[in-house]
């Protein structure tokens, strides 16, 4: 596996990743599909202050990675909110953990000192893959998003950088 810097040129290939959660979980509270052109605007706009990692397999994208500003307000800008997506034939081999552990360390070196999950419950493959990288949980919101029919809860879990 490769892990790199993401390229607006990664688009496509995100896009498909992404839009499958949109469309088949409640993992993202996104209910409308993205389009390429919206998700070259997201790359973009990480890459110039923050990161966006993805990864390859024989040359294949397979998972993607990515953390930005957590709040808007100045007091918060040390404070990151992170993301990441597999291709599900993916999950659970290691290679998001090897994934995120780059964005971390991508994190730590611009200096920022705390990462934010928000994992939409019920997750409990995120929970442990959060946990397993020394994420822990710091609070539960009740029935903030509203998708397929239900109000879902979401968890926020932190890391010290």
Do not use: C
């Not at 990441?84 to 730590?108: D, P, Q, R, T, V």
């Not at 442990?128 to 998003?145: D, L, Q």
């Amino acid at each position: 596996m490769n892990i790199r810097r993401a390229r607006i040129s990664d688009a496509n290939a995100i896009v498909e990743i992404y839009n499958w959660y949109i469309a088949n979980t409640a993992i993202t509270f996104e209910t409308d599909t993205v389009s390429v052109e919206e998700m070259e605007m997201r790359i973009k706009e990480k890459l110039d202050q923050y990161d966006w990692l993805v990864a390859e397999t024989d040359g294949i994208l397979i998972g993607y990675a990515y953390y930005g500003s957590f709040r808007p307000r100045t007091a918060y800008q040390h404070t990151v909110e992170s993301t990441i997506y597999l291709s599900g034939e993916f999950k659970g081999k290691g290679m998001g953990i090897s994934l995120y552990k780059e964005l971390i360390n991508s994190a730590k070196d611009k200096y920022f000192r705390e990462m934010i999950a928000v994992v939409a419950l019920p997750n409990p493959e995120s929970i442990s893959f959060h946990k397993k990288i020394e994420f822990r949980e710091v609070g539960i919101m009740k029935k903030k998003g509203y998708k397929f029919d239900n109000y879902l809860d979401v968890m926020f879990l932190q890391k010290s950088l």
